[in-house]
């Protein structure tokens, strides 16, 4: 069992913390997470086998792409949020 931090672009509210930990509690391997949208992290715990990070961090995107968010390894180089990230997060939350 092993836990790694990935970083998750997009990420502004508590609904989006709590969207992102139940879609990736879906994935293959996947114990627990734990997401937090003010400083855009999250804590995923597993047994993910032999599995590279960046892969992993992969998998987890096709997971919640469709809702606005990009996981990655890396902290985003854009620091700040923008009007777009709230195009799916506004009628999500409505």
Aim: some cysteine; aromatic content about 10%; hydrophobic content about 35%.
């Amino acid at each position: 069992m092993a836990s790694h931090k990935f970083h998750v672009s997009g990420m502004h509210c508590q609904s989006c913390s709590i969207l992102i930990e139940e879609e990736l509690r879906s994935v293959g391997g996947v114990n627990s997470v734990s997401a937090n949208y003010k400083i855009k992290e999250v804590i995923v715990t597993g047994d993910f086998e032999e599995k590279d990070l960046d892969r992993l961090a992969e998998e987890f995107t096709k997971k919640v792409r469709e809702y606005g968010y990009i996981v990655t390894r890396e902290r985003s180089a854009r620091g700040k949020t923008v009007w777009a990230d709230f195009k799916i997060a506004i009628p999500f939350s409505i």
